[in-house]
């Protein structure tokens, strides 16, 4: 076999063991997108009854609490930015990233200083990368994430948020949220959200059937909203984490995919190619025995 | 007793645990326990860590344990939320 033919073969052997790799991560995506989805529905009802219940304590009675209460003037923000830990899944975290930096941007035109929270090793390793503040960050969940998990994230942000920021260094006045909304198994769209101070009229998800009857409080209204806004928060903070991860797992499929019809395509014109050489071989050595005998004709022809 | 019934709903963020028709729940508050029938006036209660129990139609009682958790009453509609229930 020439040194040309055994070359394509090899190419052809190495991307066909790569279509492999490729082939088995899409299908393990797809696998994971509906498990995601479940997910997420399965989050709905307990959000849902959640909304419905502030809004009930917002409509009927007038407490303010610190967490809707919007500071007059401004100080720092926080941005939440939620990213994937492994990459192999196409532009979803730059694309996160990107709408980040763009918050960012606006948020520092209004003379906001910024306070970054991460989620996701991607995240972390594009603002290490570039010697950018990180206020504190968290890996190992993203294509799995668990309400204890939104939980910690949450305590730490409404924790922050509480703080006075003119005065302590960790305190924040509001709060954003990025994250990548899953519309469909093939839209993904990265968005920011501001999460604090909560404006608690919702627009997004069904609206509560009917008009709200008046609600007895118990203890009282007060401390009911207490115990009801940060379960609020966190919900919002674990459907955001389940959209992302719904969303990570719909962006890898789609990115894998691609990569395996280009294997596909790469193995195709590989072939063609090694046939040629085989066929290119194979008109060589014909001709060279052709004009071998030719010689030997002619020599002995010559001799006679 | 009432032919009424009770619509609950007992949801946590991660799945929704038990739904179904009842006749009474039980639950304790911050104030204290509180049974629910039905026709209960509209309340939104926070819950202690504790038991909730909701003896549904058929009779049966189900106990959960529930930590972090909310009740809501209204128009014969009662829903628990907890942060975990088992």
């Known amino acids: 076999m020439g040194a040309q033919l055994r070359i394509y073969r090899r190419r052809i052997r190495s991307v066909k063991a790569t279509k492999k790799i490729t082939r088995a991560m899409e299908l393990i995506s797809a696998s994971r997108i509906v498990k995601a989805q479940q997910r997420v529905s399965a989050s709905t009802p307990y959000a849902n009854e959640l909304t419905r219940a502030v809004s009930a304590v917002a409509t009927f009675s007038n407490t303010n609490h610190p967490l809707t209460t919007e500071s007059t003037n401004p100080k720092r923000a926080a941005v939440l930015i ?3 830990d492994r990459g192999m899944a196409g532009a979803y975290s730059s694309s996160a990233i990107k709408e980040a930096d763009g918050l960012i941007v606006t948020l520092k035109q209004r003379g906001l200083e910024v306070d970054t929270y991460l989620v996701g090793r991607k995240a972390v390793n594009y603002f290490k990368f570039r010697n950018r503040a990180i206020k504190n960050s968290w890996t190992g969940f ?5 309400y204890a998990h939104a939980k910690t994230i949450s305590d730490e942000l409404i924790a922050a948020f509480i703080k006075d920021a003119q005065v302590d260094i960790d305190g924040v006045d509001e709060l954003h949220i990025v994250y990548t909304e899953f ?24 609206a509560p059937a009917g008009l709200l009857p008046m609600y007895e409080f118990e203890p009282n209204a007060g401390e009911v ?21 719904a969303s990570e797992h719909a962006a890898r499929r789609r990115a894998m995919k691609s990569a395996t019809d280009n294997a596909d395509e790469l193995i195709k014109s590989l072939t063609r190619l090694a046939n040629a050489a085989r066929q290119a071989e194979i008109t060589q050595e014909i001709s060279e025995i052709v004009g071998g005998a030719d010689a030997l004709a002619s020599a002995s022809a010559g001799s006679e | 007793m009432s032919d009424k019934l009770l619509t609950v709903e007992f949801v946590t963020p991660e799945k929704r645990v038990w739904s179904g028709k009842a006749t009474m729940v039980s639950a304790r508050t911050l104030e204290g ?54």
């Open chain 1, 82 to 84: 939620i990213t994937s």
């Open chain 1, 142 to 146: 993203s294509d799995n994430p668990t």
């Open chain 1, 183 to 206: 519309k469909s198994m093939i839209t993904q769209i990265a968005m920011n959200k501001r999460m604090l101070p909560l404006e608690v009229v919702e627009s997004d998800g069904p």
């Open chain 1, 225 to 245: 909203l207490n115990a009801l806004l940060p379960r609020y928060i966190e919900s919002r903070v674990y459907n955001a984490l389940l959209q992302s991860a």
């Open chain 2, 33 to 86: 326990d509180l049974g629910i029938l039905p026709d209960h006036s509209p309340l939104l209660g926070v819950l202690v860590d504790g038991k909730v129990s909701i003896k549904s139609e058929d009779g049966t009682n189900v106990d959960f344990n529930v930590s972090g958790g909310f009740l809501s009453v209204a128009n014969n509609r009662v829903s628990v939320l907890g942060e975990s229930a088992s």
